[in-house]
């Protein structure tokens, strides 16, 4: 039965975040995968693509702007759906104005977290 649960990847660089998100998600039946930035995100999508991304957008070593735009500009990772999750709403507004040549991500939630807003988004995007 396990092969039927979803994976998401959950990056971000504070780790109270990323416990609180991947507790969430696996209490309600998500598998998880952590990375801290967005190298580490990189080489956890390469290992074995998840089917959903939560993603932070202000981290250390490979910003989430920079990672959602790789994930946006390559074939076999474009189609994996990607939810921003991050405290700054001014800068994401920024980001998304400003990135013309890749498509807004499939959901966002602000900090704090909306518990009831991520699951919803999330059973949408893996279903």
């Known amino acids: 039965m396990t092969d039927d649960k979803k994976t998401v990847l959950v990056i971000d660089d504070e780790p ?3 416990v609180f998100i ?3 998600l696996e209490d309600n039946g998500y ?3 952590t990375a801290s930035d967005g190298m580490e995100g990189l080489e956890k999508v390469k290992a074995g693509a998840p089917d959903l991304i939560t993603l932070d957008i202000t981290m250390p070593e490979k910003s989430g702007a920079g990672f959602y ?3 946006r500009q390559t074939e076999e990772w474009k189609g994996i759906p990607i939810i921003i999750v991050t405290g700054i709403s001014n800068d994401f507004e920024k980001f998304i104005s400003t990135r013309r040549k890749v ?3 499939e959901g966002y939630v602000t900090k704090p977290i909306d518990q009831a807003k991520l699951l919803e988004l ?3 995007l893996t279903s």
């Open 16 to 18: 109270d975040t990323r």
């Open 22 to 24: 991947t507790t969430l």
């Open 31 to 33: 598998e998880t995968v």
């Open 69 to 71: 735009k790789e994930m």
């Open 103 to 105: 498509p807004p991500p």
């Open 122 to 124: 999330a059973a949408k």
